[in-house]
């Protein structure tokens, strides 16, 4: 990975300090900053304050931004930067940003760069030298995990799920055997095709799936992949934004000796807790049966 370089200056402005850089002295700043994903006032107030202060906001869909910008009073110019632009108009953005020009990234909704434009942007800026900040708010990836009830201390995002058949049978096969939190995202369209397919690999694995997250009609579901299909099943029609949460599979656990496992941790230094949140990522021990094991092999007390 490239180290960013840090523009040479003999004083260095904070982070904290989101005004114009517009003298034309230093390089500007890009800020990554999330909206929100529904309910527009989940938006931050250091977010607001940002949008107001920037020289330009770079939009996924102008018209859609300016629904929260002009509920905040922001009349900062904003340009659109979507997947189909990305490319084309990060150079410029990048040229004005090197002349002294502060912009704000966003999206539609949530963070930039997740499964949305704006890792193109972000990924020259930092090449070119460009200070990039977070603003860091709303996600539908993180909402949809604190609420599922499922140990996420481990988890892996894997964006949208396929749309061919036989890929979606890959993708559901794949998260079977990993002992991971799998989260992911699928439109209203496909989500009952979607559920059969899990359902049939993935048994009675528990899934959550939250739909129109912050919205009017959130709505949280929880059981097996069978279970929330029948729910969804008996409605007129399915609507919203989806994200779904995948309880972890066994992994390797039905072919791996706990106490082999454990000792082989240990000989490479994990301990204690550590150990036995290893011991289910690598292998789907269980994390107390783990740490059980580990204390034994210490020679400490389990009780």
Same mark, same amino acid.
């Given at each position: ?7 040479r200056?003999r ?15 230093l390089?500007?700043?890009l ?22 202060? #920037?020289n330009? *906001? %770079?939009? $996924? ?7 929260? =910008?002009?509920?905040f ?5 904003c ?29 539609d909704a ?6 949305d ?6 990924d ?19 909402a ?7 140990d ?22 794949d ?16 989500i009952?095709a #979607?559920?059969? *397919? %899990?359902? $049939?690999?993935?048994?009675?694995r528990?899934?959550? =799936?939250?739909r129109e ?26 609507q919203g ?7 972890p599979g066994?992994?390797q656990s039905?072919d791996?000796?706990p ?16 150990l036995?949140?290893e011991?289910q990522r ?10 059980e ?6 020679g400490?007390?389990?009780?």
């Open positions: 990975m490239k180290a960013t370089q840090a523009p200056r004083t260095r402005r904070r982070t904290e300090d989101t005004g114009n850089h517009n003298t034309g002295e390089p500007g700043i800020f990554v900053v999330a909206t929100p994903i529904g309910n527009l006032d989940d938006i931050t107030v250091r977010a607001i304050d940002v949008l107001k202060k #920037v330009f *906001i %770079a939009c $996924e869909d102008t018209r859609r931004s300016r629904i929260l =910008l002009d509920k009073q922001i009349s900062t110019k340009i659109s930067l979507h997947r189909f632009t990305e490319r084309k108009k990060a150079d410029k953005i990048i040229q004005r940003l090197a002349h002294g020009e502060s912009c704000a990234l966003i999206s949530g963070t930039p760069a997740i499964s434009p704006g890792m193109l942007l972000v020259e800026a930092q090449e070119a030298g460009i200070k990039v900040v977070p603003i860091p708010g709303p996600s539908a990836l993180m949809a995990l604190s609420v599922s009830g499922i996420c201390s481990t988890f892996v995002f894997r964006g949208f799920i396929p749309r061919r058949t036989q890929d979606r049978v890959a993708f559901f096969e998260i079977a055997g990993d002992p991971r939190v799998a989260v992911m995202f699928e439109s209203p369209k496909r009952m #979607v559920l059969r *397919i %899990a359902a $049939e690999i993935l048994g009675d528990i899934v959550v =799936l939250a997250i912050t919205k009017v009609h959130e709505e949280i579901l929880r059981g097996a992949p069978a279970e929330v299909e029948q729910e969804l099943g008996a409605r007129d029609a399915i934004e989806i994200c779904l949460v995948v309880a066994r992994g039905v791996v000796d106490q082999v496992a454990v000792r082989e941790l240990m000989e490479q230094g994990y301990t204690g807790k550590r036995a949140n011991a690598r292998y789907g021990i269980k994390k107390s049966a783990a740490y094991t580990f204390l034994k092999l210490n400490q007390k389990t009780a």
